[in-house]
Nanobody, 117 residues
Framework: QVQLVESGGGLVQPGGSLRLSCAAS????????MGWYRQAPGKQRELVAT???????NSADSAKGRFIISRDNAKNTVYLQMNSLKPEDTAVYYC???????????WGQGTQVTVSS
């Protein structure tokens, strides 16, 4: 049974930082592209950043220079370090695991991030 369990969300003031974690089980972690996506109220889910098993990363323009995605294959965990947070970063953040070109595509339950003073 595949499980992706996110943690680390919460309320933070503008300019603050948060680190999200996603612990994966039930998959061969190093084979999966891991990603973070987010969905704000009334908006579609959008890509934040992805990282391959070998550590190659891709980020949305909104995340570049502020967010850093990383992974620890020994711990089956992917992280998202979010710095210089803005109110527009407020969203539910979802962890994703996929093997590109296959039906192996899994989602976590999401963690709320709220940026507000």
């Amino acid at each position: 049974q595949v499980q992706l369990v996110e943690s680390g969300g919460g309320l933070v003031q503008p300019g603050g930082s948060l680190r999200l974690s996603c612990a994966a089980s039930g998959i061969i972690f190093r084979l999966y592209v891991m990603g973070w996506y987010r969905q704000a109220p009334g908006k579609q889910r959008e890509l934040v950043a992805t990282i391959t098993g070998g550590g190659r990363t891709n980020s949305a323009d909104s995340a570049k220079g502020r967010f850093i995605i990383s992974r620890d294959n020994a711990k089956n965990t992917v992280y998202l370090q979010m710095n210089s947070l803005k109110p527009e970063d407020t969203a539910v953040y979802y962890c994703n695991a996929q093997v590109v070109g296959t039906n192996y595509n899994y989602w976590g339950q999401g963690t709320q991030v709220t940026v507000s003073s």
